[in-house]
């Protein structure tokens, strides 16, 4: 690519990615005085207006800031503002972050900055699905006294979480239930070798499963549903707020139930970052595609 | 289910549906005169008019009808006209058939007849996508003179065929590429284990393939590309019309091109019959779900 | 089954066999007073001989003794004599358990009781490398900041344990090398979609992987060889002793190589205590078909 | 290797052996006048004694010779007299060939000629079963009127091809069963996910099955079990002489039993003329590691 990118602030995720990026670019890291992460072709730069050079591209975290005002950087402690980016990006630059406020968004739009939320494109989605998938497998292994393989599993929804874990735990030999709204749903989960049940449905099902993954941000195992699973049921709850298991009901039946929350930036932050490179590497592809037309 | 079921006419994946839903339901088939393959649960019946009873469903082939007026009997010669089969349904019966009209649409909405069209549904063409699958990888092994295992593979376009064709040939371990548009769809192709190509860029990259499985129904593999690949590859198109392949220039160049065109009614007629059977199914659960609703 | 049978001593797994045992026989675990592991169906037992029954078949743990006089019981604390379990058991009783020294054999054979060792039974190593597999599998997990998926691994071995791993690691989707001694073993690699290399070959080819899983019994990763992988490789040593790896130069050279050893009672006590319970079964169904013939 | 083959005789897997080989030898082959199968690398010799060198490596067939004297050459017609060849060979020559009788193998060793069997070597039989496994998988495809996906099949034996055949199948989300006579053999079958059956017991499990593969050479399948399967189940037997069924009373049941034999020839000859190249190759290798050791 070549370009000169500013990578300012975030975790592990974003010292990796600094790291995938200064392979062909000159990458310049803001906020992380504190790790040794990163090799040494990326230059860590403490104050940003001291930076020798302007950004072709600056990297936000995600989310991009929490406070609206200024840019979260866990390794060093002193957070940036994003109005001072503003100064140091050239004038055609882009911004890239993930899950940006609108007003974060406006801070940049109205002094001509063009930017784009990488956590909105649909390929972020699909590759982070690995590390949740695999994060969910790792968990289980962890919970159960019993191997993976030969367990009786249902997995709750048939999104791409879903079809990810059902992939990874191929080589496992489990048997696996799918519970989905859709027909097409149930169709996929058959094609993949799994059961298919309507999430209508389940109530009649839920017994005799050693193994339950949610992945519906939705309150799917209420107290009902909680009395019907086996006791020793481990219950894995991948889904977004609110979550798919009422918790605190599950706490008082006994049920072994654990919330796994960002799972691709906890189990797998390297992978994490080139996710983020490689989704920023496709908006500028498509960009300079859409404007190399007449 | 317990109702009424009038087949009428189609080949042998009718037969089949007859078979399956003859285990919950009475069944009648009409046009079927020739054929031994259904159970003994079945009434064949030659005169759509001499059946005792009025159907609750009507099922009609796949298409429905080639002329808009008459149902083709392969079985037995004698089609069946549209209208008189608007003389033996209910009141409140259901006619399903595939690739509807609007003309023959209208010869029974007229008469205030619900009709579905079951090759419109999504779950329809994601369980025929397995048969599909299937025949093009038994048509690669019946052509190829070595394994299919260790082959370097291609496949054009990354719907549901590339899909369930990745996952029919896991057992194989093949190398196989994805060449598709969306990125989104090029992240699946690698979280399932393929090396994935935006399709633009395939002009560079289609020297060195064994098999080639078209999917997309566009003129992927013009002249130009086909002088690009290696002279010993096969190249299998599933596309429906125009295809994916200049077959005339395949010809000239001596390339191994085969257009394989409905498989799954050739190579899994009995299951087509299902997975027609399954989506009928489908249609009247959720009828009955959305009737029992205030 | 049927039969009266004495657990005696052992940890989680034995617990877990207990269980499984019960389903069919009368079940008394000896030295197993503070776990509540175990269903009502099996009856603990304080002292061996205040059983009001005598015992068809008495379980040793695994090994079934380490001073050969005494069983160890990690659960009570007060360990059972070995010289004692003669009193206890029927004439034509059997006593079975797992690595079992000459002596230990000694005190039951030389009273004219039949004594089977399940720990050298085949299927007893098939059945175990399944959690071996899944407990390497867990820690790469743990150990990597990358996600397994696309994972560079080299497989230093290619009996039992290494044909698992490359099963349960099929749905990640990695690269694999393994290396042997046998061209068969390399052919049976190739099959499985794996790379295949001499291990007399491997120096040449050691840099460039990033997960390292021996399971070959002789220090195969030495000075010379830690020095060629690459410093980020995780390595993991399955091999009983003396181990594959040089674990003092691995230090000194910043390599991060664990040995994990007696995997399956760790990660999968229930499994394992299933697998001792199903060795049983085969050794007692062939004991009872051998004597049903003349 | 560069080293001088001579190739006499044999079918197409002896053209595609002679490409391989010629990628780094000069290879000679006798008797493939009427094929224009092989590249230009290869020299075709008519009289095997008009060639200007002499051998390193003479390659016979599979089988080496039909009846003691001479080489079958079925692309030429004029068979080649094995006694000829003794004269074209180098004094530490080596000749290869496949299922060589005692007669043959004195031919060449009274004159001081060494002699390799390449198809008594392990590996061989290994890649050759994937071979196998694919064309019974192909078979089973063309014979079916469903798909392969989701078919109740049952594999008899579990030896290589069974095994091969297990993984070949994974894609295919079949559910497996695997009847054995070792304990072991049946904890591998579960291992990958199969059910387990004791031979011994099969005749209570026969019914339900759409699929049987047979892999054991002796007559499983008699009249008595023949009556036990469904009658629309596919027998598929791989077993050599004398094959695993009944055939004539198959015949009069009315259940469709193909045999199978001598499949990767006639599926993939290629890819059988590349396992013999890489059988040979590996001889060659161990004997020049042999012969450096002091």
Request: charged residues 20%.
């Amino acid at each position: 690519m070549n370009r000169t990118f500013f990578i300012v602030g975030g975790d592990l995720r974003f010292a990796a990615l600094a790291d995938v990026l200064a392979e062909n670019n000159r990458v310049f890291a803001v906020g992380f005085d504190r790790t040794a992460a990163m090799s040494d072709k990326v230059q860590t730069c403490d104050n940003v207006l001291s930076a020798e050079e302007r950004a072709d591209c600056i990297v936000l975290p995600l989310p991009a800031s929490a406070d609206g005002v200024t840019v979260s950087t866990p390794f060093s402690g002193r957070n940036v503002s994003l109005e001072s980016l503003t100064h140091i990006i050239k004038e055609n630059g882009v911004v890239f972050g993930g899950m940006i406020s609108p007003k974060v968004r406006e801070i940049f739009e109205n002094r001509g900055i063009t930017v784009f939320d990488y956590a909105q494109r649909e390929e972020f989605a699909v590759m982070n699905a690995v590390a949740t998938a695999e994060g969910a497998v790792q968990a289980a292994m962890e919970e159960l006294a019993s191997t993976l393989s030969g367990r009786k599993i249902l997995i709750l929804g048939a999104g791409r979480i879903s079809k990810v874990l059902i992939d990874v735990l191929s080589g496992f030999h489990t048997d696996i239930t799918v519970a989905a709204r859709k027909c097409s749903d149930l169709a996929w989960a058959k094609v993949y070798g799994c059961h298919g049940v309507r999430i209508s449905g389940i109530d009649d099902i839920l017994s005799g499963f050693e193994v339950i993954f949610n992945t519906v941000p939705a309150v799917i195992l209420d107290e009902n549903r909680l009395k019907r699973i086996d006791k020793n049921c481990l219950v894995i709850d991948l889904a977004s707020k609110p979550g798919g298991v009422d918790f605190e009901t599950a706490g008082m039946l006994g049920v072994r139930a654990l919330w796994l929350l960002s799972l691709p930036g906890k189990v797998a932050p390297v992978t994490s970052g080139k996710v983020i490179a490689d989704t920023i590497g496709n908006i500028l592809s498509e960009r300079s595609e859409s404007n190399d037309r007449p």
